[in-house]
């Protein structure tokens, strides 16, 4: 099955600054890359997604990268804000005869002082 | 309607007692999933439905039961759980295709005594 590693497990960065998380996947068959931001007591939700067909996708302070030759995606905030805080969860899709059936990576938690 | 509905949002139940958790979505996905995750750690796939019919079941124990009534319903029966299997269970749904993601629901904060 695919496998996903995500680093760093933590990140503390001051208000402002940028902050970069990296995913690496296994299955070179992958052309779907979500990210998840996921607060405390709450849903994950979808931030930003990336297609194989594209190598870097912005919006607003949120931007993807994507290398398919060394297999690994990053996710990109500019000037972050207290708010960002949370935990950042990147996955890739193992396909089967479900459709696509996510995995995902070990997290990230962001820490922003302000 | 966007939406994945999970109710109830907290359960607490005995070792003993028999409950069922519940999720619907009205977004036409086709795929519908039941995951769980503790705390600190990311999301575990259970089980997968695909058009209503089970198409995967990660090993889970058979103290958890899947169900999914018709393509907007799905629902987990829990029998018989242990303490371990506190946890936050999570639904989600998709269209079910290869480059599409997941829309999660609230999850339910279940605490097994």
């Known amino acids: 099955g695919e496998n996903v590693e995500q680093h760093p497990s933590t990140l503390s960065v001051q208000e402002g600054d940028s902050a970069v998380i990296k995913c690496t996947y296994s299955?070179?068959?992958?052309?779907?890359f979500p990210w998840y931001k996921q607060e405390l007591g709450k849903r994950p939700q979808l931030i930003i997604d990336?297609?194989?067909?594209?190598g870097e996708k912005k919006d607003q302070r949120i931007a993807v990268t994507l290398n398919k030759t060394a297999k690994h995606f990053s996710l990109h905030i500019t000037e972050t804000q207290p708010e960002d805080s949370a935990v950042y969860f990147c996955?890739?899709?193992?396909?089967?005869?479900?459709?696509?059936?996510?995995?995902f990576g070990g997290g990230t938690r962001l820490m922003v002082k302000p | 309607d966007t939406e994945v509905t999970q109710t109830p949002k907290h359960l607490v139940m005995g070792m003993t007692n028999k409950k069922s958790l519940k999720c619907e979505q009205h977004m036409g996905h086709r795929a519908m999933y039941w995951y769980k995750q503790k705390a600190k750690k990311p999301p575990e796939l259970m089980f997968v439905?695909?058009?209503?019919?089970?198409?995967i079941n990660e090993s889970v124990p058979s103290r958890f039961s899947p169900e999914c009534p018709n393509s907007s319903l799905l629902n987990l029966h829990l029998h018989a759980l242990q303490p371990e299997d506190s946890a936050l269970y999570l639904c989600?749904?998709?269209?079910?295709?290869?480059?599409?993601?997941?829309?999660f629901g609230s999850g339910t904060r279940l605490t097994v005594v």
């Open positions: 989600a749904s998709s269209q079910g295709r290869s480059n599409y993601g997941y829309t």
């Open positions: 439905y695909s058009y209503e019919k089970l198409s």
């Open positions: 996955a890739s899709p193992e396909y089967n005869n479900a459709g696509n059936m996510l995995t």
């Open positions: 299955d070179s068959a992958s052309n779907y």
């Open positions: 990336i297609r194989s067909n594209v």
